[in-house]
């Protein structure tokens, strides 16, 4: 292979992997206050959770005290029958204490209805908290992976520059000269593969006679739609390992 093509096919990897990495690092930040709001939400649902519990309470304590009262009534208009003296009054205490024995037995039931609901609340508390506790395991384990991953990438960048002075170093200042300008023009892509005839970045079709010549890569050839560096893969050096990640 024709150092030249080498060199500029090793520096296009270099600055792929330079331009991921620092997207990736740029775009850390947004990566956390992802995994804030996921926890966030969980935490969210567990407080409901228990706020359906205490709100589900403070509706059952009033529900006790309306009892009490209405059976104060009840026991005080059972007192009081036993003190009426015609029968149009006792009618009515009746009538008085029938009405309360029916408030007493549907506030009996709704009071019921709670300690039933509590029960449901009370699993959904617990569920809610083990879910709490799974999310903020997990959260926890990406968040300590995606900052390791970071931390790699900028030792990784750290060492890419002094890679690429190497490489500077090394092409000519013809080549260099090609790929600085398309690289300008191409956001940052200067070099391409050629595959099956044609250059696989504008996905136009090569000449034959400029397909056969980029195969042997042994000269510099540009892509005639793109002017992007053509190379063959069959040939191709296997990138360093820090511009593979």
């Given at each position: 292979m024709l150092p030249d093509l080498e060199r500029l096919i090793r520096l296009q990897q270099l600055d792929d992997f330079v331009e991921r990495a620092r997207r990736t690092i740029a775009e850390h930040p947004a990566r956390v206050q992802g995994l804030d709001d996921r926890l966030n939400a969980v935490r969210e649902q567990f407080a409901a959770a228990r706020q359906r519990v205490a709100d589900g309470q403070a509706a059952r304590r009033a529900l006790e005290k309306d009892l009490a009262t209405v059976q104060a009534r009840l026991s005080r208009f059972k007192?009081?029958?036993?003190?009426?003296?015609?029968?149009?009054?006792?009618?009515?205490?009746?009538?008085?204490?029938?009405?309360?024995?029916q408030?007493?037995?549907?506030?009996?039931?709704?009071?019921?209805?709670?300690?039933?609901?509590a029960d449901d609340l009370a699993a959904a508390?617990?569920?809610a908290e083990s879910a709490q506790a799974a999310a903020r395991k997990e959260i926890d384990g990406e968040r300590r992976e995606m900052e390791a991953g970071v931390a790699r990438l900028q030792d990784d960048?750290?060492?890419?520059?002094?890679?690429?002075?190497?490489?500077?170093a090394e092409i000519s200042p013809e080549a260099l000269a090609i790929y600085?300008?398309?690289?300008?023009?191409?956001?940052?892509i200067a070099v391409a593969e050629?595959?099956?005839?044609?250059?696989?970045?504008?996905?136009?079709?090569?000449?034959p006679q400029v397909f056969n010549d980029v195969l042997r890569n042994d000269s510099i050839i540009q892509?005639?739609?793109c002017q992007r560096v053509l190379y063959s893969a069959a040939l191709t050096p296997a990138p360093d390992a820090s511009t593979a990640a």
């Open positions: 007192d009081q029958l036993m003190e009426v003296k015609t029968n149009r009054e006792y009618q009515a205490m009746q009538k008085e204490i029938e009405a309360a024995q408030d007493v037995r549907a506030i009996e039931d709704r009071i019921l209805e709670r300690m039933v609901e508390v617990k569920q960048l750290q060492r890419s520059g002094g890679q690429r002075d190497a490489i500077l600085q300008t398309v690289a300008r023009k191409r956001k940052g050629a595959r099956n005839g044609l250059c696989t970045i504008c996905q136009v079709r090569l000449r892509c005639e739609s």
